[in-house]
T-cell receptor
């Protein structure tokens, strides 16, 4: 158990819809990272927040957005969903800005 | 644009022997490299890392080697145990235009045969 929690575990929705994925980092960690893993692909870095501020941006689509709240939990919002957005979404956290990341169990999103 | 590549999708090794997992990268800006291990239905778990200023880092049965000139790193597991059977991801990080960037390979599935 890494100490990082993600909810929900599974999510099934339809094209065009909007969903919110939630992540609670390990106690004491200030950074939260979001990744997408599509079938047979590596993890694609989406975005990083550090202590409430956006710190780094990867291959995140404009339809996707994230935020980190004062209690340090984070939410990833996915809108206008397409079939290709079906994937595992992982959240990770780290103590600082460039430390080793600890991953949550992931949220499996299925878009029908 | 796959900046971190793991060209072997799978590897089978006999228990007690050495497992060697390989990873290649393309971007010379990467300054930190990590290996993660992943079991089914779980998130990746950090295994070992190496900074670009080193060429070797060892932690118990796990050793990571970095060859910067070849842009290649490898993970050695000696001796391999059945519990090591998992998917191993290589990852690299470095500063980009929009902050520190993180790139993962597609993974190598290791099976250790008892």
């Amino acid at each position: 158990d890494s100490g990082v929690t993600q909810t929900p575990k599974h999510l099934i929705t339809a094209t065009g819809q909007r969903v919110t994925l939630r992540c609670s980092p390990r106690s004491g960690d200030l950074s939260v990272y979001w990744y997408q893993q599509s079938l047979d692909q590596g993890l694609q870095f989406l975005i990083q927040y550090y202590n409430g501020e956006e710190r780094a941006k990867g291959n995140i689509l404009e339809r996707f957005s994230a935020q980190q709240f004062p209690d340090l939990h984070s939410e990833l919002n996915l809108s206008s969903l397409e079939l290709g957005d079906s994937a595992l979404y992982f959240c990770a956290s780290s103590e600082g800005n460039t430390d080793t990341q600890y991953f949550g169990p992931g949220t499996r999103l299925t878009v029908l | 644009d796959q900046q971190v590549k793991q060209n072997s999708p799978s590897l089978s090794v006999q228990e007690g022997r050495i497992s060697i997992l390989n990873c290649d990268y393309t971007n010379s800006m990467f300054d930190y490299f990590l290996w993660y291990k992943k079991y089914p239905a779980e998130g990746p778990t950090f295994l070992i890392s190496i900074s670009s200023i080193k060429d070797k880092n060892e932690d118990g049965r796990f050793t990571v080697f970095l060859n910067k000139s070849a842009k290649h790193l490898s993970l050695h597991i000696v001796p391999s145990q059945p519990g090591d059977s998992a998917v191993y991801f290589c990852a690299a990080s470095g500063l980009g235009n929009t902050g520190n960037q993180f790139y993962f390979g597609t993974g190598t599935s290791l099976t250790v045969i008892p």
